[in-house]
Nanobody, 123 residues
Framework: QLVESGGGLVQPGGSLRLSCATS????????IGWFRQAPGKQREGLAC????????YYPYSVKGRFTASRDSAKNTLYLQLNSLKPEDPAVYYC??????????????????WGQGTQVTVSS
């Protein structure tokens, strides 16, 4: 089970930290992904951690602004969102999978998903 929290309303330039509480997964063995989906748009990868080599992929649109991390002792994943922009509002999701992951942070590589948390950016 994956349960996201931490979304909300923030002003442009502001920050949020999203959390994803997990249960039933050994996080060290799983690939971890953060995604978002805005109305009328496809689900977009934001950060994907590959458990095979320990690398994390960030797309150009969020690199340097968003940072994914995990606390294995708490079975919790985090996504730090900084310098939020008017184009960042969406429902944000965490996901995990223990299969092979491509290099493009695709949602199709992930089987287990949380329910999402809404992020709104507005002044």
């Amino acid at each position: 089970q994956l349960v996201e929290s931490g979304g909300g309303l923030v002003q442009p330039g502001g920050s949020l930290r999203l959390s994803c509480a997990t249960s039933g997964f050994t996080l060290e063995s799983f690939n971890i992904g953060w995604f978002r989906q805005a109305p009328g748009k496809q689900r977009e990868g934001l950060a994907c951690f590959d458990s095979r080599d320990g690398s994390t992929y960030y797309p150009y649109s969020v690199k340097g602004r968003f940072t994914a991390s995990r606390d294995s002792a708490k079975n919790t994943l985090y996504l730090q969102l900084n310098s939020l922009k008017p184009e960042d509002p969406a429902v944000y999701y965490c996901a995990v999978d223990n299969g092979l992951m491509d290099d493009d942070c695709s949602p199709t590589d992930f089987e287990y998903w949380g329910q999402g948390t809404q992020v709104t950016v507005s002044s």
